[in-house]
């Protein structure tokens, strides 16, 4: 078989753009169609020409899917020790591991690196170099009404609880799929989910913008059996000290100022030095 499959390649080799245009359309006639093309009697080129016509929040919806697909096939099978557990429903997280000797259960988010504009969306100012950002939030929006309702007002006799941002508690471990900076799929940043920045207004919810290290740090990493060891842990840890990098930050500005206006300082009066003895 080798040796007609390796004459059939030498001939493949040679063909214009046309005749193996045509040779692709009868293998492709001869070949299964993918699941997808068949549920949607449409096939791949179609769906993939829609796709890049989409909107920007569309094709990131897409990235994101795939992000999730290339986790399940090329991260998870080098994993030691956990099983991948079935999903039937919606849950706040994209897998379910069970430790194959403890029965210890870990859940995974995953999600992909920010962009705007087809660029890596970058943390400045008060943040460390190579700090990224992640948007940490359902896709879709919704609100839940909590309470009883009211004869004059439904809305005023219940409270509004947002849906879309994640609760802490929701899983344990996020995984950012760094792709739009690497061009890499299998490219994955971890952290326990525990030490993520809450918001502002509701420590009880995990804030949108969360700063992603490009490279591993004592709160990223780029292995998944290492942040499955921090999680079992139960270590606690901030994944960036807001409060305290914006003080160092205007501390360093301030001294930077300082500095310059020493120099200047310094660069008058050595001015008014020669001046001095130029005149003399």
């Not at 004459?7 to 299964?32: F, G, M, N, W």
């Not at 940043?189 to 004592?218: C, F, G, N």
């Amino acid at each position: 078989m080798k040796e007609h499959v390796d004459a059939i390649s030498a001939v493949l080799r040679d063909l214009t753009q046309d005749e193996a245009r045509a040779v692709y359309e009868l293998l492709r006639s001869k070949l299964p169609k993918h699941s997808l093309e068949a549920k949607w009697n449409i096939s791949w080129e179609i769906i993939l020409d829609a796709i890049e016509r989409s909107q920007d929040i569309t094709q990131r919806g897409v990235r994101g899917v795939i992000a999730e697909a290339v986790f399940e096939a090329q991260v998870l099978p080098r994993l030691i020790g956990w099983k991948k557990e079935p999903l039937n429903g919606e849950f706040p997280y994209d897998f379910k591991l069970k430790n194959t000797t403890t029965g210890r259960v870990i859940t995974i988010q995953i999600k992909l690196q920010r962009t705007e504009s087809g660029v890596p969306l970058t943390k400045k100012g008060f943040y460390p170099r190579q700090t990224y950002v992640v948007e940490v939030q359902r896709t879709r929006t919704g609100i839940q009404r909590r309470g009883k309702k009211s004869d004059v007002s439904e809305q005023s006799a219940a409270t509004e609880v947002q849906t879309r941002p994640y609760r802490f508690g929701s899983f344990d471990i996020l995984g950012v799929s760094m792709q739009p900076l690497t061009g890499d799929w299998t490219k994955f940043m971890y952290t326990a989910e525990s030490w993520l920045i809450p918001r502002a207004k509701d420590a009880h919810l995990i804030d949108i913008m969360q700063p992603v290290s490009a490279v591993p740090t004592e709160v990223w990493t780029n292995r998944l059996d290492i942040a499955i060891e921090w999680v079992l842990s139960g270590e606690k840890k901030v994944l960036f000290d807001i409060a305290k990098a914006k003080a160092a930050y205007a501390s360093e500005r301030e001294q930077d100022r300082i500095a310059k206006a020493e120099m200047r300082s310094s660069a008058r009066n050595l001015t008014k030095i020669e001046n001095k003895k130029s005149r003399e």
